[in-house]
């Protein structure tokens, strides 16, 4: 048999995408057997695990002709797998994950997950909207952390396929019940993933609901752009653009004050590399036993949050966001006992985290920027990682 139809009878199932409209459901015909021999933009299907429930989770694989390839998992909406070459074209997953469903469900600190309802903490997961008091699920010591005990990260959602030009993307939907995991109104989500020609891989997020509720969603990827397994992230050098940020108290809650960063080992502004000051004593960084901080970001729209650069394969990662913060973690949390995709265990600070979300704890802040949704408005925000290399 040639290698190539070997190769096609190997893939699951090969979409044809080339009719497919701009951001709607159902947008490809699926034609089997169509590969992305030469560069050509793709996307794959295949099983890639069975909930204990019987629920089947599929992994799409896209490729574009920058020669990135990306995994993205029905279950949570995980960005599981993110291949980009390095300044000598040399290709490496740069993001934290599993190789099988089991560990994500069981073990997962949010790796590459579409983070919700409502991404960050809410103080004693509790909040009031309208003079009536909502309580959530308490996951993170006293507080609500990342939507509670089954957060969007746990559930299925669903994928629609597409391609436009030279992109290709996913369209997951996911609707939550009014009342799932205490949050007041039916929220209907959708989240498209496009993976450019240009190696970005952009995030549209939209949500309407039912009932008066709050709202802050973002991905919890976590990068090492060494390659995931490959070490430490102190290396990489980091830039923020933010003047201020949101200082917590000791179960990581905002106190409610934006200070400057200027004068602190918090500080991004100018590039630095995230080890040089990550264990400083300042009061802040040893509550969060390294970075594990809201940036409040300057400027407004659409803007670069946030550039890393990987000194060694000179691996670039911008975060555009046109959100008002940034969680900058430093994967302070990871200890070694995780075991990721590549087989290797995963230390204290194998990966960072650059989450582009409204202030956490915002319903608890009249001061913050709002995250309350409301019937007949939509929620909408737009985040893109992009990727480059310096030699
Ligand atoms: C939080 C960390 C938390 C981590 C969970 C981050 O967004 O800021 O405090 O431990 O998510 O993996």
Not at 54 to 68: A, C, F, P, Q
Not at 173 to 199: A, I
Not at 332 to 343: K, M, P, Q, S, V
Request: aromatic share 10%; net charge positive.
């Amino acid at each position: 048999m040639p290698s190539n139809t070997l190769t096609r009878t190997r893939l699951a199932i090969v979409f044809t995408v080339g009719f497919a409209a701009a951001l709607g459901p159902a947008l490809v015909a699926a034609t089997p057997a169509w590969s992305a021999e030469g560069g050509r933009p793709s996307i794959s299907k295949k099983h890639f695990g069975t909930l204990a429930g019987g629920e089947k989770i599929d992994v799409y694989t896209l490729r574009n002709s920058g020669g990135m390839r990306v995994k993205i998992l029905t279950y949570g909406g995980i960005l599981q797998s993110i291949e980009v070459p390095d300044s000598r074209g040399r290709p490496a997953n740069v993001t934290l994950g599993f190789d099988n469903l089991s560990d994500y469900v069981k073990k997962s600190p949010y790796f590459g997950c579409i983070t919700g309802r409502y991404a960050n903490r809410i103080a004693k997961g509790r909040f009031t909207l309208d003079g009536k008091t909502y309580r959530l699920a308490t996951n993170d010591g006293p507080n609500h952390l990342h939507g509670g005990a089954k957060g969007f990260d746990k559930r299925v959602w669903k994928a629609d396929p597409f391609r436009r030009g030279g992109s290709v993307g996913l369209v997951m939907t996911y609707t939550s019940p009014n009342g799932e995991e205490g949050y007041p109104g039916t929220l209907r989500t959708r989240v498209v993933y496009t993976l450019t020609g240009d190696n970005r891989i952009r995030m549209d997020y939209r949500a309407t609901t039912s009932r008066p509720t709050v709202v802050n969603l973002t991905n919890h990827a976590y990068f090492n752009l060494r390659g995931e397994g490959n070490g430490r992230i102190l290396g990489h050098e980091l830039q923020i653009n933010a003047s201020r940020y949101t200082p917590v108290d000791k179960t990581l809650i905002p106190t409610g004050k934006t200070p400057g960063l200027g004068g602190t080992p918090l500080d991004f502004r100018a590039p630095t590399a995230i080890g040089d000051r990550i264990d400083n004593k300042h009061q802040q960084i040893t509550r969060g036993g390294g970075y594990d901080h809201n940036y409040v970001l300057d400027g407004r729209g659409l803007r670069t949050a946030a550039t890393v650069v990987e000194p060694d394969s000179g691996r670039v990662l911008k975060v555009i966001t046109d959100q008002p913060g940034l969680q900058f973690y430093s994967g302070n949390f990871l200890d070694g006992t995780l075991r990721g995709t590549g087989g290797r265990l995963y230390p204290k600070r194998s990966g960072f985290a650059l989450e582009s979300q409204h202030f956490p704890d915002s319903p608890n802040h009249a001061n913050f920027p709002s995250t309350v949704l409301r019937p007949g408005d939509v929620y909408r925000t737009t985040t893109i990682y992009a990727f480059s290399t310096v030699s």
